[in-house]
């Protein structure tokens, strides 16, 4: 039974969570904006550890649309050289 998506929980386990957030991403790049694609990509790696092994628990993209809308990233500006 997979935890409800959006509740803190203990990890199941992390094996493909990288790989969720990277399929996440790169599919969200098509039609969203990359703060929205990377806020997907979080939603959807972080659920993909309500289950042991490497996409057990992964949601799909539908279900990971819901929870990303309440991901929050900090604004970034170019890197300073100096």
Known sequence: MLAPIGRRTAPAGATGAGDCFN???IAGIDGLDLP?????GCAAGAASTRAPGGAAGYPGLPTA???????ILPEVGPASLS
Do not use: G, H, S
């Open 23 to 25: 399929a996440a991403v």
């Open 65 to 71: 649309r819901t929870p990303a809308r309440d991901v």
């Open 36 to 40: 929205e694609a990377v806020a997907l």
